[in-house]
């Protein structure tokens, strides 16, 4: 193993710092996962983060991230969190702690980093002009051939880069050098939200909501699409684990255990807030317990979304959250990178 590649994974392997304790007399939700995970979330009001699994949360101000203004992107990889906001794009190298600017242009709608960023510091940075790329870990970045649309969603599954934007969903197989729309069967217009599959390189499944149309499915890494239920609808997030698919949209939450052919709704305790952005943070492992930004605040269950708990930003419109995931083996595509 180089030793770049024993960096990463040292840096991959670091435990996140140990939470706060809870708030005297606030307690756990019954059945919540004791966890040191860090949770971030994305508000009008900056960037917020909790150590106590939702019971509370602070906003991180520490300079020069004030000057974020709205959070609206996130990307978390090993230490690293990066932040983009109405004000740019902001990043810290200690789980939060500490921050450095990397870009002033804004605002960043996306942000995603090579998922071995120590050894590949590639990062695109989405914002509302176009998608943008840097090679040296955000000291530089290039415009990509897709220009001219906000950026919304980033994906990097190997070696396909998909991208959610403003005029559709958007195919690069060379980094972002060009650029192929989606296929036949997509409605044109705006995406927010797509999901692809845990194997994308070898069973290339997506599914995506374009803005008002409900959800699609292809199963041929988007060259064909078909109609996958919740007609009418806007999708605003999409969440596939292994059989269960979950989608955020502007008539609630909803789950689907057999590729959309069907929905059932969730959200037995959060009446009347419009789901946003999901968080997984336990998964693969368990997909029972999972957090929901809302525009009224986080919300928490740990039955699968039978039923919901207010867990935090009362009154905060959360339009994305994200946590630490658990370093995971390289793919086929990747190994050449790592060796």
Not at 79 to 96: H, K, Q, R, T
Not at 110 to 136: H, I, N
Not at 243 to 255: H, Q, V
Not at 320 to 333: M, Q
């Amino acid at each position: 193993m180089s030793a770049a590649a024993a960096a990463l994974m040292a840096a991959l392997l670091a435990p996140a710092p140990s939470p706060s304790p809870p708030p005297a007399g606030a307690g756990r939700p019954e059945g919540a996962t004791v966890s040191n995970l860090t949770i971030f979330a994305c508000t009008a009001a900056g960037l917020w983060r909790s150590q106590t699994w939702g019971l509370a949360w602070e906003r991180v101000e520490r300079p020069p991230l004030g000057a974020l203004g709205e959070a609206r992107a996130l990307a978390l990889l090993g230490p690293w969190v990066f932040a983009g906001g109405d004000n740019g794009l902001f990043a810290s190298e200690d789980f939060g702690d500490t921050w450095r600017r990397l870009h002033e242009g804004g605002p960043v709608h996306s942000v995603l980093a090579d998922r071995y960023f120590a050894a590949e510091p590639v990062l695109f940075m989405g914002t509302g002009e176009g998608l943008l790329k840097s090679d040296d870990g955000g000291r530089t970045f290039r415009r990509t051939a897709l220009w001219g649309t906000p950026i919304h969603r980033i994906e990097w599954p190997g070696p396909e880069l998909v991208v959610a934007s403003g005029r559709g969903l958007a195919f690069s197989k060379d980094g972002g050098a060009t650029f192929t729309a989606a296929g036949d069967g997509l409605p044109a217009g705006e995406v927010k939200a797509f999901a692809l599959s845990s194997f994308y390189s070898v069973d290339p499944a997506l599914f995506a909501g374009p803005a008002g149309a409900g959800l699609f499915r292809s199963s041929d890494g988007g060259r064909s699409w078909t109609r996958a239920g919740l007609a009418g609808r806007s999708v605003s997030d999409l969440v596939w684990l292994g059989p269960i698919l979950y989608a955020a949209t502007d008539g609630g939450l909803f789950r689907s255990a057999d590729n959309g052919g069907s929905w059932s709704a969730l959200g037995e305790g959060m009446q009347g807030r419009r789901p946003l952005r999901l968080l997984f943070p336990l998964a693969p492992e368990s997909a029972l317990e999972f957090f929901v930004g809302t525009d009224r605040g986080v919300y928490w269950t740990g039955d699968g979304g039978a039923s919901w708990r207010a867990s935090g930003l009362e009154g905060h419109s959360v339009g994305c959250l994200g946590t630490f995931p658990p370093p995971d083996p390289a793919p086929s595509w990747q190994k050449g990178k790592s060796e």
